[in-house]
């Protein structure tokens, strides 16, 4: 079963959206000009060229940018959790977790990451 997620992420000059579908995600980013404001998020969809930045093995279940946008968490139905830095879209952690995760919270400062799942 393949399933979509989209989470859009706007700070510090930079609009990103990432997309999966299935084992696949793909990045959007682009530079921001600071005296406007951004358009719905259709017609920003339109001004970015999409990249494949990574297959997984498994189908891509939960998706989340961090709190100040440093970093984009993912995690599978093989419970594999990677955390992957905005700036170059580098792999900066990846744990395998017992319990397949139903949300992420990173701290304030994106310095931890808090993952439950449906036991608590």
């Known amino acids: ?63 989340e940018f961090s709190t100040v946008g440093h970093h984009l968490v993912t995690c599978g139905d093989d419970k594999r959790t990677v955390v992957f830095n905005v700036d170059d879209w580098k792999i900066v952690g990846e744990r395998i977790v017992p319990k397949r995760p139903t949300s992420f919270q990173f701290s304030d400062n994106d310095q931890s990451l808090l993952v439950a799942d449906k036991s608590g």
Do not use: W
């Not at 980013?29 to 997984?56: A, G, Q, T, W, Y």
């Open 1 to 63: 079963e393949k399933m979509a997620l989209m989470r859009t992420f706007q700070n510090h000059g930079i609009f990103c959206i990432a997309v999966t579908f299935g084992k696949h995600l793909y990045i959007g980013c682009r530079s921001l000009d600071n005296s406007k404001h951004l358009e719905p998020v259709s017609s920003e969809m339109e001004k970015l060229s999409f990249k494949l930045l990574s297959n997984f093995q498994s189908p891509l279940r939960l998706l």
